[in-house]
């Protein structure tokens, strides 16, 4: 009190800014130092741990990609559009967006503002701890007095701007103090539950921006303020009529501050800190190796716990299976509950739309494998019979003539038992004049993928390295596959050297575009359902949807591409039971029903057996809707 | 001995009292379908492995509820969980954390 009077008595100065506080140090700043040291120091000590539990290999491959430009302008991008301006939750969800990014991206300008205007006006005070450069930019407006004669527009622009961005920032927090009551009014039918770390970040967070416009107010007529500080300023002057209320408010900003930062690393507040460092991450494409370790800890703590997921889980349509979705599973890994994390790892139908949709990119079906693993890598098994397999099949298909161009056919398991896929296949396969060899005609082995989605990957080895051998004794130079599930193993996992990994859908679009196949429009209305592994997996949307319209009326559904519902017959799950996965194919029909379309067309072996077994309308494998759609053949030139 | 131009096979006697049933329960914990197989042998018919070893989803829970372990884990340990069984299953039997469990519980 006595201290303020008398700065405004020696008002009489030559300059246009001066510290009301010669040694520019109060009491009231320690809380937020202390929270803003703990959580450096704790930032600084995570990210020690989750290098050093990178493999040698993965640090190499980080390094690389800091320095290399296109990577380094990836990087700037994506933490510019992802961690300020949520361009990924603006496209989905606009609200949902407006409110993120005007709390992100309005406390980044305050912050960015806030510093170039001590750098302007008393860069003194940015040179050292000493100078108090940790907390001074932060409560800049309560150390200076503005000589209003002296006011520059300079000054007053900033003066603007840091009003402007707080009333931004505001209305975010408004936005979000509603969700908080109503979620479903920004978009969200389920949120998910705070813990009590959450709790006391998310109140003190509420609490920064008020308290922020409130401590202002009440020295704008000193430290200059704007549009929104001025008003108060002049209703605090005119209610109160004094300065009282000046400290405490300060002290209230600083404690808010304080507490927020003191609770955010164990609160979901700490995705703002590690969001760039697993963009870093996932840019220079490192992979999930370990469950709890290294790049997992980086997604692990980089997890917003929105809950967008929730919704997003194809196993919401039951409310007692909302417990398995990726933000809870994350939340125990963070808590290191092992019995709950296996149990959510196990059920997860891991098709992949919790990581297509979540906002910072978390890709919790690879964590929920790598856990897999840790428990059923080491269940024994006996391949010894794969070996004679291979051979013989080789060799049968490296006495055929090698050609140029040559496709092999793999159908699959899951293809050989709809066998009407592989007639259609090679029905269509022959319109169009094309030569192939048939790799498991009379039934082969396993891809790969089954054991890989249950966790025993080195089992997994065994089958990839036994069909790897005969792919690549037949010589061929295009490996066409009719399920999806396959389809994904093979391109990640085989390594098949100067060999086009290509899935029905692609390979009949081609032969479509290049004149091989002439189709006729004769279908109905016709929609079209994304298998997980195909579309999400593989990220083919277009191809399938480029031949259906061709032949017919293409329909929306209700949520298709990367939305899409899985089919609830995934392979990816290990305890979801039949009753639960049935419901979930309901589910899913219902959604391809959306405009009533004449038939459903599908281009997985397991979607088609499950949408099957629940939709009332016809539903057809895709290569099934081709073959008798083929109207004149070739047109060879 | 006397060569009588024939053999004795060795008993194929079940003693049941015998078998411990404790890990059968724990299975039906963990995994709740196994008691619901009614042994139609879809699973058999549909495997991809069975061409080339004697697999059996139905033949593995029958020899367990003999008691008869090692048989059982033979009929399984060939198995790659592609999954077919599990879509054949009038049941509706996972069959697929089926096999894992039982590898689980009885291969320690």
């Not at chain 1, 003194?124 to 409560?139: A, D, K, Q």
């Not at chain 1, 479509?512 to 949307?541: N, T, W």
Request: aromatic share 10%.
């Amino acid at each position: 009190m006595t201290n303020i009077l008398s700065v405004t008595l020696q008002a009489v100065t030559p300059e246009g800014i001066i510290d009301r506080y010669p040694n520019s140090y109060n009491h009231f700043v320690l809380p937020f130092v202390i929270g803003i040291s703990f959580i450096l120091v704790y930032l600084l000590i995570g990210l020690v741990r989750v290098l050093y539990h990178l493999s040698g290999e993965d640090r190499i491959k980080l390094l690389k990609s800091l320095f290399n430009p296109k990577t380094a302008l990836k990087n700037l991008k994506d933490i510019f559009c992802d961690c300020l301006l949520h361009t990924k939750i603006w496209k989905r969800k606009p609200l949902l967006g407006y409110m993120h990014s005007a709390i992100a991206f309005g406390w980044f300008m305050l912050i960015v503002l806030g510093h170039l205007e001590v750098y302007i006006f008393a860069p003194r005070h940015l040179e050292g701890i000493s100078e108090g450069s940790l907390y001074y930019p932060i409560f800049y407006r309560f150390f200076i007095w503005i000589n209003p004669a002296h006011e520059t527009l300079r000054g007053t622009v900033f003066f603007f701007l840091m009003d402007f961005f707080l009333l931004y920032v505001l209305s975010g927090i408004a936005l979000a103090m509603f969700k908080r009551v109503r979620s479903i009014a920004l978009g969200m039918r389920h949120t998910t539950k705070p813990s009590l770390a959450d709790r006391v970040a998310l109140y003190s967070l509420w609490a920064i921006f008020p308290l922020r416009l409130l401590a202002e107010g009440f020295t704008a007529d000193l430290s200059g303020g704007s549009f929104l500080t001025k008003p108060v300023n002049w209703l605090f002057k005119a209610f109160f009529g004094n300065e009282l209320n000046f400290m405490p408010t300060w002290w209230a900003y600083s404690i808010c501050l304080g507490l927020f930062f003191l609770a955010m690393p164990f609160s979901r507040y700490m995705h703002i800190l590690t969001e760039p460092v697993l963009i870093l991450f996932r840019n220079a494409g490192l992979k999930v190796r370990k469950p709890r370790k290294g790049f997992a800890e980086a997604e692990i703590y980089a997890c917003s716990s929105c809950g967008l997921c929730i919704d997003a889980c194809p196993m919401n349509t039951q409310k007692k299976n909302l417990k398995y979705s990726s933000v809870y599973f994350i939340r125990f890994l963070r808590r290191h509950n092992n019995k709950k994390i296996n149990e959510i790892a196990e059920k997860c139908l891991m098709c992949g739309k919790c990581a297509a949709l979540c906002p910072v990119g978390v890709n919790s079906p690879d964590i929920r494998r790598v856990q897999r693993e840790t428990i059923n890598n080491s269940v024994g098994y006996d391949y010894s019979y794969l070996k004679d397999y291979s051979d013989k099949a080789a060799a049968e298909l490296s006495d055929k003539p090698r050609k140029s161009g040559k496709v092999l056919y793999f159908a699959g398991c899951m293809t050989h038992l709809t066998p009407m896929i592989i007639k259609s296949v090679e029905k269509v396969l022959k319109a169009a004049d094309v030569e192939f060899e048939f790799m498991d005609k009379d039934s082969g082995i396993c891809c790969g993928r089954p054991l890989m989605l249950a966790g025993k990957t080195e089992a997994a080895r065994k089958t990839i390295e036994a069909n790897k051998k005969i792919i690549e004794q037949s010589g061929c130079s295009i490996l066409l596959l009719s399920c999806p599930i396959c389809l994904k193993v093979f391109k990640e996992e085989y390594n098949l050297e100067n060999i086009e990994i290509l899935h029905y859908t692609q390979y009949i679009d081609r032969l479509a575009k290049e004149g091989k196949l002439i189709l006729e429009k004769k279908e109905g209305s016709l929609v079209y359902h994304d298998p997980c592994e195909l579309g999400r997996g593989c990220g083919i949307y277009d191809e399938p949807r480029n031949v259906l319209s061709g032949i017919g009326e293409l329909k929306k559904a209700q949520k298709e591409r990367d939305e899409s519902i899985c089919c609830g017959y995934s392979l990816g799950s290990l305890t979801l039971d039949e009753k639960d996965r049935s419901k979930i194919a309901e589910s899913s029909v219902a959604n391809l029903m959306a405009n009533a379309p004449d038939k459903i067309i599908t281009a997985c072996p397991m979607c088609y057996k499950a949408i099957r077994s629940k939709a009332d309308v016809p539903v057809l494998d895709f290569a099934e809707i081709i073959s008798s759609s083929i109207s004149g053949l070739k047109q060879n030139s | 001995m006397i060569d009588f131009g024939f053999t004795v096979s060795p008993s194929s006697r079940i003693n049941l009292d015998e078998v411990d049933k404790k890990s059968f329960v724990a299975l039906s914990k963990i995994e709740p379908d196994v008691v619901k197989c009614m042994a139609c042998g879809s699973c058999s018919a549909s495997c991809t492995v069975s061409q080339f070893q004697p697999t059996s989803v139905r033949k593995a829970i029958l020899s367990l509820q003999n008691g008869q372990i090692s048989q059982a884990m033979d009929f399984l340990k060939h198995c790659m969980l592609c999954g077919k069984c599990t879509m054949v299953c009038p049941r509706g039997i996972n069959t697929r954390h089926l096999i894992i469990s039982i590898q689980k519980i009885y291969g320690k």
